[in-house]
């Protein structure tokens, strides 16, 4: 099955600098993945998503890149601001089925004022 | 507006009980999902369902078991609850395997 390794496992960067998490996948099936960002006490949010046929894709100050030889892919986020402060989860899977996600172990991000 | 909603939000239980938690989703995706969430934060699938096929974590106990009334429903039955079944439980959907899954509030689980 599919094993996602997710670091760092806390983040912490000045408010207005760039932050990026990393990820790395095993199964070469797998051909979509998406970011989520969970709040304290709330549900994993969809924030940004990647599909094997593109290599990176960019909404406003996220980002994310897939680099399908090496089996990484990564989240930046620029500009920081406090309400990013949360714990960010990517996550993979094969598609053509109904496979759930298989989820990396989260990223906790701290912005500091 | 609620897209996927969750009963109940919290689930106090002792040991031994059977329990059930609802979810439903009013977005018309043909997919549904349930994930625990444990201590440490680590989501993982129990279970993918679709109208063609149950899909079914290996180390899912099969004290639990979900089950779909129709397409905009998945409900998630626990047996014999045990202390380590303690987590929070979430419920997802999406339209087809290519599309992000969006997740319920979810079910915050305590066995006493």
């Known amino acids: 099955g599919e094993n996602v390794e997710q670091h760092p496992s806390t983040l912490s960067v000045q408010e207005g600098d760039s932050a990026v998490i990393k990820c790395t996948y095993s199964d070469s099936a797998s051909n979509y993945f998406p970011w989520y960002k969970q709040e304290l006490g709330k549900r994993p949010q969809l924030i940004i998503d990647?599909?094997?046929?593109?290599g990176e894709k960019k909404d406003q100050r996220i980002a994310v890149t897939l680099n399908k030889t090496a089996k990484h892919f990564s989240l930046h986020i620029t500009e920081t601001q406090p309400e990013d402060s949360a714990v960010y989860f990517c996550?993979?899977?094969?598609?053509?089925?109904?496979?759930?996600?298989?989820f990396g172990k989260g990223t906790h991000l701290i912005i500091q004022p | 507006d609620t897209a996927v909603s969750q009963t109940p939000k919290y689930l106090v239980t002792q040991m031994g009980n059977d329990k059930s938690i609802k979810c439903e989703q009013n977005?018309?995706?043909?997919?549904m999902y349930w994930y625990k969430q444990d201590s440490k934060k680590f989501l993982k699938i129990m279970f993918s369902?679709?109208?063609?096929?149950?899909?079914i974590n290996e180390t899912v106990p099969n004290r639990f078991s979900p089950k779909s009334p129709d397409k905009a429903h998945l409900n998630l039955h626990i047996n014999s609850l045990e202390l380590g079944d303690s987590a929070v439980y979430f419920c997802?959907?999406?339209?087809?395997?290519?599309?992000?899954?969006?997740f319920g509030p979810g079910t915050r689980l305590t066995v006493l």
């Open positions: 996550a993979a899977k094969p598609g053509g089925g109904a496979d759930g996600l298989t």
């Open positions: 369902y679709n109208n063609k096929e149950l899909i």
């Open positions: 997802a959907s999406s339209q087809g395997t290519w599309q992000g899954q969006y």
């Open positions: 977005l018309g995706h043909d997919t």
């Open positions: 990647i599909r094997s046929n593109v």
